[in-house]
T-cell receptor, first 114, second 116 residues
Framework: DSGVTQTPKHLITATGQRVTLRCSPR?????VYWYQQSLDQGLQFLIQ???????AKGNILERFSAQQFPDLHSELNLSSLELGDSALYFC?????????????FGEGSWLTVV | AQTVTQSQPEMSVQEAETVTLSCTYD???????LFWYKQPPSRQMILVIR??????QNATENRFSVNFQKAAKSFSLKISDSQLGDTAMYFC?????????????FGTGTRLKVLA
């Protein structure tokens, strides 16, 4: 158990809909990262937050948005969903200077768009 | 730009044998960290081993060890006494403090199959 919690674990929704994925980082971790992994693909970095502020942006679509709340949990909002958005969405967290700056991953949220 | 390259898309090894997965990276930073993550069929991302660039000694975790060649920018993973449970996708990753934050760059992965 990495200590990073993601909900829901599985989600099936229709095209055009909107979903929210939730992440609770490890206790004390200020940084949260979101990644997308399509079937048999590598990890695509979406966005990073540090203590509530956006720190880095990757290949995140305009239809997607995220935020980190004062209690450090984060949410990834996916809207106007398309079939190609079907993927495993990972949240990861880290604390600077600890454990070699390792990021720890949650178990992921499986999103299927039908 | 920082990059991580895993040139072996797929590999296989017989149970109990040793296998080495390759990873090269490119960076102009002097202080950075390298990682190997394992992703089994369950798709969970599991840290296997990490290496701090300032440490000359190669990291070791039980049957897993790395060969860190800083000058060559190479970071290979050696799995000894391979077990069926080692069957997974393995990702090499790099991080350094850049533009006010730690950015993590992942390779494209090597799919390892351990054969009985």
């Amino acid at each position: 158990d990495s200590g990073v919690t993601q909900t829901p674990k599985h989600l099936i929704t229709a095209t055009g809909q909107r979903v929210t994925l939730r992440c609770s980082p490890r206790s004390g971790d200020l940084s949260v990262y979101w990644y997308q992994q399509s079937l048999d693909q590598g990890l695509q970095f979406l966005i990073q937050y540090y203590n509530g502020e956006e720190r880095a942006k990757g290949n995140i679509l305009e239809r997607f948005s995220a935020q980190q709340f004062p209690d450090l949990h984060s949410e990834l909002n996916l809207s106007s969903l398309e079939l190609g958005d079907s993927a495993l969405y990972f949240c990861a967290s880290s604390v600077v200077g600890e454990a070699g700056n390792t990021i720890y991953f949650g178990e992921g949220s499986w999103l299927t768009v039908v | 730009a920082q990059t991580v390259t895993q040139s072996q898309p797929e590999m296989s090894v017989q149970e109990a044998e040793t296998v080495t997965l390759s990873c090269t990276y490119d960076t102009s930073e002097n202080n950075y960290y390298l990682f190997w993550y394992k992703q089994p069929p369950s798709r969970q991302m599991i840290l296997v081993i990490r290496q701090e660039a300032y440490k000359q000694q190669n990291a070791t975790e039980n049957r897993f060890s790395v060969n860190f060649q800083k000058a060559a920018k190479s970071f290979s993973l050696k799995i000894s006494d391979s077990q069926l449970g080692d069957t997974a996708m393995y990702f090499c990753a790099f991080t350094a403090y850049t533009s006010g934050t730690y950015k993590y760059i992942f390779g494209t992965g090597t799919r390892l199959k351990v054969l009985a």
